[in-house]
């Protein structure tokens, strides 16, 4: 049963949303677009482990993707979690591209197209994630359960040599069914209760915490440099107008009533879930602060306050 779906992160969808709006000229836009590489492909990678954990049977294991929890002053956040009375399995997905090796240093080698670069060893980063979640579990007052760790290579273009690493817990993708089915036939004894396994998930999904975070805020971006406007969602080239209570892109002639919904989202995401009639205005486009007034006039959309002081809450678009 999956308790924890899994989903993009704000960050990616802030930078989803952000790229296309920033002009080039800002001193930033490589090093986000670089960041956007990165993040979106340890995305996609994440993404692909939903279809092979469920190649084997799993009714009796609760599943989380990307749960992360508090622990002290900081956090730590595991891209799977499979929990069964049991055992438990973390698993941290890697989309690397090229010939991976390890050395005894305890480092990770990955060849590209003639050039090697080095990574901290991922499997002593999930070892770390496996001690957390024990002493997490063991101030919560349950009992001891058994953590087995595993990293799996997502990238359907990458080579593992581990000949300097004796390691089970190291696999790819297509192997990572078999790999789980074997930590999960050892396992016969039954640690817990069905009551306090309910209880061990209730309390994890409910201490989950997603990472906030602000990339106009952290990168002090400038609301100069970023375009204002509706994208056109046909041809995503040119920022659409506002004809005759439709919005029309004056290059591909594409007409949809509802443009606005989708940039008052990205709006939410981007800056505040408050917007006034004036701010979206400004972003949208718009000159008429009464034909902006019908705009955020919407079920998903909550006024708040009746004088001109009134705003909008955008939660309901997210």
Request: glycine share 4%; aromatic share 10%.
């Amino acid at each position: 049963m999956i308790i924890l779906p899994s989903q993009k992160t704000v960050e990616l969808m802030q930078l989803e949303m952000l790229l296309p709006r920033l002009m080039r000229r800002d001193p930033n836009f490589q090093q986000l677009d670089d960041l956007y590489g990165k993040v979106s492909s340890g995305y996609y990678g994440e993404s692909t482990l939903d279809y092979y954990i469920n190649v084997i049977d799993l009714d009796d294991a609760f599943i989380f993707y990307g749960l992360r929890l508090p622990e002290s002053d900081s956090y730590f956040q595991i891209d799977a979690l499979l929990l069964t009375s049991k055992t438990c399995l973390i698993i941290e997905a890697k989309n690397f591209k090229g010939e991976i090796s390890f050395n005894h240093a305890g480092q990770m080698i990955r060849t590209l197209e003639g050039t090697s670069e080095v990574f901290n060893d991922p499997l002593a980063q999930v070892y770390v994630q496996k001690r957390r979640l024990q002493r997490y579990i063991k101030k919560l007052g349950f009992a001891p359960l058994e953590i087995h760790p595993i990293v799996t290579f997502t990238h359907q273009k990458v080579l593992l040599n581990l000949e300097a690493h004796d390691s089970k817990a190291i696999v790819v993708n297509p192997h990572l069914p078999r790999r789980m089915e074997q930590i999960f036939q050892k396992q016969q004894q039954h640690n817990y209760s069905t009551k306090a396994l309910a209880a061990l998930v209730t309390h994890l999904k409910k201490n989950h915490t997603p990472k906030a975070y602000h990339v106009i805020d952290k990168y002090q971006i400038s609301p100069l440099n970023i375009k204002k406007g509706i994208w056109c969602p046909a041809c995503k080239e040119v920022m659409m107008e506002r004809m005759h209570g439709n919005w029309v892109c004056p290059k591909c002639r594409k007409k949809d009533q509802n443009a606005h919904l989708t940039a008052l989202r990205e709006y939410a995401i981007l800056f505040h879930q408050k917007i006034t009639n004036k701010e979206a205005r400004t972003f949208l486009g718009v000159q008429s602060s009464s034909a902006t007034k019908r705009i955020l006039h919407h079920p998903k959309i909550k006024k708040v306050g009746k004088t001109r002081d009134c705003y909008y809450m955008l939660d309901g678009l997210i």
